[in-house]
């Protein structure tokens, strides 16, 4: 093996676990903050495209992931149809999406952990879940697999049992709530909250190249985790909101600040605090937030040490830690930059800047899908796209309008996005790209 090389140890099932892990977290939190967007109707506008846009995407992207098993995922795509300087656009993207998402999760988790210990600040909570997995994804890519697999299932099986638990009180008149409440232009400000519902799945991808057989693996990977997610989706969505309207997910009682924690609050409205269910929820509703956090650092770890071992960010994030063969100098620093961004406070502004990074990862990486299809036809495709060109061109329409409209509805936060990638880029250009 050599020097820079990862350990490969994933079969289809713990790609499923990561798949549906990175994820699963948009279930529990952040969602319901496009609530407050577009309401019931507006945010459902929005999920729906998204959905499409994801669906059509994944299919895409599996193509170019099974062809191309790579740590770098969508740069390396990006790099080979597109040339380094859009790869580098495309990697920059991708670092910022799985940068910016972990300190938005580990809010959610400091106040998850805050409703069962209001004494301890939620920052405290934050901060060491952060520590702690890092750590585990330094010790070894198994070990943080199967870690992640355990409470991806528990953390399915605990939505499966909130739904279980709410259908019985739904109604469709709760969803007729002021269902836009500012209007149809509410969808368009709902989309960043659509598309946590399933930002990072392309993090699977980012462990291809530790994968057994990835051809194969990443395939059955990939599309059983969005097939799971997308009913997750629609499930949670419908039932949370069916039990007292969409602002009883958004608002606690008497507070005009929107919460992080939207499924407790739905059952609150079923079973009191104290009751057996409702700690449960957050108990193990905690396992949701964790799978998603210690999943998305460590795609993010992957996709830093692989902008580093290229030479597109400073060299020493391209090493592998000797011992447990594990991007250890990558994941330290997203830790650093993450626990930074998680000290401004700003959950809903975190997340649309993941947000922003995840659609221009979408965007170039469908330009490089075709262009990787013109270029390279006689490419070994161990699987294809169904239906060519029309997935991938639904994914990049969707994509560039969804990016478009993130700009209009949120033009400082898309100037601070645009602002990262422009000194990263005017970097690369200055100091890394003359070495190479």
Same mark, same amino acid.
């Given at each position: 093996?050599? @020097?820079?090389?990862?350990?490969?140890?994933?079969?289809?099932?713990?790609?499923?676990?990561?798949?549906?892990?990175?994820?699963?977290?948009?279930?529990?939190?952040?969602?319901?903050?496009?609530?407050?967007?577009?309401?019931?109707? &507006?945010?459902?506008?929005?999920?729906?495209?998204?959905?499409?846009?994801?669906?059509?995407?994944?299919?895409?992207?599996?193509?170019?992931?099974?062809?191309?098993?790579?740590?770098?995922?969508?740069?390396?795509?990006?790099?080979?149809?597109?040339?380094?300087?859009?790869?580098?656009?495309?990697?920059?993207?991708?670092?910022?999406?799985?940068?910016?998402?972990?300190?938005?999760?580990?809010?959610?988790?400091?106040?998850?952990?805050?409703?069962?210990?209001?004494? !301890?600040?939620?920052?405290?909570?934050?901060?060491?879940?952060?520590?702690?997995?890092?750590?585990?994804?330094?010790?070894?890519? @198994?070990? +943080?697999?199967?870690?992640?697999?355990? /409470?991806?299932?528990?953390?399915?099986?605990?939505?499966?049992?909130?739904? =279980?638990?709410?259908?019985?009180?739904?109604?469709?008149?709760?969803?007729?709530?002021?269902?836009?409440?500012?209007?149809?232009?509410?969808?368009?400000?709902?989309?960043?909250?659509? /598309?946590?519902?399933?930002?990072?799945?392309?993090?699977?991808?980012?462990?291809?190249?530790?994968?057994?057989?990835?051809?194969?693996?990443?395939?059955?990977?990939?599309?059983?985790?969005?097939?799971?997610?997308?009913?997750?989706?629609?499930?949670?969505?419908?039932?949370?909101?069916?039990?007292?309207?969409?602002?009883?997910?958004?608002?606690?009682?008497?507070?005009?600040?929107?919460?992080?924690?939207?499924?407790?609050?739905?059952?609150?409205? !079923?079973?009191? $605090?104290?009751?057996?269910?409702?700690?449960?929820?957050?108990?193990?509703?905690?396992?949701?937030?964790?799978?998603?956090?210690?999943?998305?650092?460590?795609?993010?770890?992957?996709?830093?040490? $692989?902008?580093?071992?290229?030479?597109?960010?400073?060299?020493?994030? =391209?090493?592998?830690?000797?011992?447990?063969?594990?991007?250890?100098?990558?994941?330290? !620093?997203?830790?650093?930059? %993450?626990?930074? +961004?998680?000290?401004?406070?700003?959950?809903?502004? /975190?997340?649309?800047?993941?947000?922003?990074?995840?659609?221009?990862?979408?965007?170039?990486?469908?330009?490089?899908?075709?262009?990787?299809?013109?270029? $390279?036809?006689?490419?070994?495709?161990?699987?294809?796209?169904?239906?060519?060109?029309?997935?991938?061109?639904?994914?990049?329409?969707?994509?560039?309008?969804?990016?478009?409209?993130?700009?209009?509805?949120?033009? %400082?936060?898309?100037?601070?996005?645009?602002?990262?990638? &422009?000194?990263?880029?005017?970097?690369?250009?200055?100091?890394?790209?003359?070495?190479?």
């Amino acid at each position: 093996m050599g @020097k820079n090389q990862l350990n490969k140890a994933l079969g289809p099932l713990m790609l499923w676990g990561l798949g549906v892990g990175y994820v699963i977290s948009g279930m529990y939190f952040g969602w319901n903050l496009g609530l407050a967007e577009g309401g019931t109707y &507006g945010l459902a506008i929005a999920t729906v495209f998204i959905i499409i846009m994801y669906v059509t995407f994944t299919f895409s992207y599996t193509e170019m992931a099974c062809a191309i098993p790579s740590a770098g995922g969508a740069f390396e795509y990006a790099n080979r149809g597109l040339g380094k300087h859009l790869g580098f656009i495309g990697g920059i993207a991708q670092n910022i999406e799985f940068i910016f998402a972990p300190p938005a999760i580990a809010a959610a988790i400091g106040a998850y952990l805050n409703l069962l210990y209001p004494t !301890i600040d939620v920052l405290v909570f934050a901060i060491g879940a952060y520590l702690i997995f890092t750590v585990i994804n330094i010790l070894g890519v @198994k070990l +943080a697999a199967s870690f992640e697999l355990v /409470i991806t299932v528990l953390a399915v099986i605990e939505l499966l049992i909130f739904a =279980g638990v709410t259908l019985p009180e739904f109604k469709v008149s709760n969803l007729q709530l002021n269902p836009l409440p500012n209007g149809f232009s509410g969808a368009f400000a709902a989309i960043p909250f659509a /598309i946590w519902f399933f930002l990072a799945i392309e993090g699977v991808a980012n462990v291809a190249e530790e994968a057994i057989n990835p051809q194969r693996s990443v395939l059955i990977g990939f599309g059983s985790a969005i097939l799971t997610l997308v009913i997750l989706c629609v499930l949670t969505f419908t039932a949370a909101v069916g039990v007292a309207g969409w602002e009883a997910v958004v608002y606690e009682a008497g507070s005009t600040e929107a919460s992080d924690s939207p499924l407790p609050l739905a059952l609150s409205h !079923i079973v009191d $605090e104290g009751h057996f269910l409702y700690k449960l929820l957050v108990g193990i509703g905690l396992l949701g937030l964790i799978a998603s956090f210690h999943g998305i650092i460590l795609a993010g770890g992957r996709a830093t040490f $692989e902008f580093g071992r290229v030479g597109y960010a400073p060299r020493f994030l =391209g090493n592998v830690q000797s011992k447990f063969r594990t991007p250890a100098n990558a994941l330290i !620093i997203n830790t650093l930059i %993450g626990i930074v +961004a998680l000290l401004t406070g700003k959950t809903g502004e /975190i997340i649309t800047i993941a947000c922003f990074g995840a659609l221009a990862l979408y965007i170039v990486s469908m330009f490089s899908f075709f262009a990787l299809r013109k270029k $390279e036809p006689d490419m070994e495709r161990p699987f294809k796209v169904p239906l060519f060109p029309l997935f991938p061109l639904l994914a990049l329409i969707i994509a560039s309008i969804a990016f478009i409209a993130m700009a209009y509805y949120n033009q %400082g936060l898309a100037f601070i996005f645009l602002g990262i990638v &422009g000194v990263s880029y005017a970097g690369f250009l200055l100091f890394l790209n003359k070495k190479m």
